[in-house]
C-alpha cells in the first residue's frame, strides 16, 4: 500500500466520525456514571485518604472481574509494578527480563529496585514478549545454580521475568508462564493496559503470581491516578498491602513500622471515581471493540494491516493502531494528521535506544526494530456521549 493524501484525508474524515462532536485525541476518559455521587459521599465523609471504604471496596471489585482472589490499590500502575517486582523478590543488582518495546514505567520500576532490565524480542502477532524468544535466550544465557536462574554472561541472578500486553492486546502469556516455570523464574505481567482483556478465557495479569494494573487518565477507566496489583496469592497480597502501607504494623495507636515502607496507597478519593468507573467497565469494552471493528473494515479495505486481536485473545482494544509500510511512510503519516488537528503517536522510542537502558543485554530484537519503525495509534477513545447509549448497553448499575 502506498500511502497518499487522498488516502490519509479519507482516514482523518473517518476517524473524526467516529468521534462526532469533539476533539479527536489518542484517549481521553468518559465520566458517565456515577463519578460524580460517590466523590461527593466520599468528601463528604471526610475519608479522602488512603483509608477508607471505597479503597477496599475498589480492591474487591477490580480482584474479582480480573477472576484474582486479592487486589492491592496503589498510587499508579509504575508503584504496583514496583511492588509486585519487590514482592516477587526482585533485589538491589538482579536481572528482570522484559521487553524493549514498551512504556518507560515497565523499566523504570526495575531500576527503583536497583535491577537491570534484559531485553527479549516481541512477536509481530501480538506486539508482546515472545515466548520463543524467551526460550531461546534463556537456552543460550541461563545457567542453574542451586536451582536459580543466573546469567552466564553476567552472572547475575534472573529474579524475574515481566512481560507486557501492548496496547491491550494479550500475548502469548500461557507460553511465557511455561518458560518462566522451566528455569523457576518469578513471573509479573505488566497488565497496566490490558485490564477487560482476556487470554484463552482467562484475564490479563493472572498468569503469573502478580499483576500491575494502571488507572492513568489515558486507560480504559481511570482514578484519575491509580494501580493495582492482582494476585491469588494471600501472602503476596499481604506483603504487598503492607509495604505499600507504610509497613506499619496494625495497632489501635501505635506507630511501629517493621521495614522500610512506601506510602503508595490508593486514597479513597480516587477509588470513589474508581468504583464508579468499574461499573462502566463492561460497556466501555463493548464500545472499544465496536470502534476496532468499524476501523479494522476500514483499513481492510484500503489494504492497511490494523492490529486485530491475536489469536485465543478477547482484547479490550484499549489503543488501536496501524502498521505502516516503513518508517519514512510512518513520519509523513504522523505530521500529516497531527498537523491537520487529528492525534496520532508512534509506538514507544525502544528502551535500548534510550540513555539509561543502551547498555542493557538483548537478543537482537528483530521484530520490535521491526515494529518501532511502522506502528503507529489512531484515536482510541471511547466516543462521547455513547457511554449513556442504550445501543451500547453499558452496565445499568453506570445510570442509576
Ligand atoms: C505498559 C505500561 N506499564 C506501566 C504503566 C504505568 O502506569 P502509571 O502511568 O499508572 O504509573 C503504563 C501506563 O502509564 C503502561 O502503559
Known sequence: ???????????????????????????????????????????????????????????????????????????????????????????RGDEVITQALTFIATCNAISYIGAHPVFVDVDKSTLGMSPDALRKFLFANAEMKDGVAHNKVTGRRFAACVPMHTFGHPCRIDEIAEVCAEFDIPL?????????????????????????????????????????????????????????????????????????????????????????????????????????????????????????EPDGATSNYWLNAIILDSREERDSFLKYTNDRGLMTRPIWRMMTELEMFKHCQHDGLENSLWLEDRVVNIPSSVPMGTSNNPRFSVNPAAQR
Open 188 to 308: 509479573v505481567e505488566d497488565a497496566a493496559e490490558s485490564l477487560g482483556s482476556y487470554f484463552k478465557g482467562k484475564h490479563t495479569g493472572n498468569f503469573g503470581l502478580l499483576g500491575a494494573i494502571s488507572f492513568n487518565g489515558n486507560k480504559i477507566i481511570t482514578t484519575g491516578g491509580g494501580g493495582m496489583i492482582v494476585t491469588n496469592d494471600e501472602e503476596v497480597a499481604r506483603k504487598a498491602k503492607h509495604i505499600t502501607t507504610t509497613a506499619k504494623i496494625p495497632h489501635p495507636y501505635e506507630f511501629v513500622h517493621d521495614q522500610v515502607g512506601y506510602n503508595y496507597r490508593l486514597p479513597n478519593l480516587n477509588a470513589a471515581l474508581g468504583c464508579a468507573q468499574l461499573e462502566q467497565l463492561d460497556g466501555f469494552v463493548k464500545i472499544k471493540r465496536n470502534l476496532a471493528e468499524r476501523y479494522s473494515r476500514f483499513f481492510a479495505e484500503k489494504g492497511v494491516p490494523f492490529v486485530t
Open 1 to 91: 500500500m502506498k500511502l497518499d493524501q487522498s488516502l490519509m484525508n479519507e482516514f482523518i474524515l473517518f476517524a473524526a466520525e467516529q468521534f462526532p462532536g469533539e476533539g479527536v485525541t489518542l484517549h481521553r476518559p468518559v465520566f458517565g456514571g456515577n463519578e460524580k455521587a460517590y466523590l461527593a459521599e466520599c468528601i463528604d465523609s471526610n475519608f479522602v485518604s488512603s483509608v477508607g471504604a471505597r479503597v477496599t471496596e475498589f480492591e474487591r471489585g477490580i480482584a474479582a472481574y480480573c477472576g484474582a482472589k486479592y487486589g492491592v490499590a496503589t498510587v499508579n500502575g509504575t508503584a504496583a509494578l514496583h511492588i509486585a517486582m519487590v514482592v516477587a523478590g526482585v533485589e
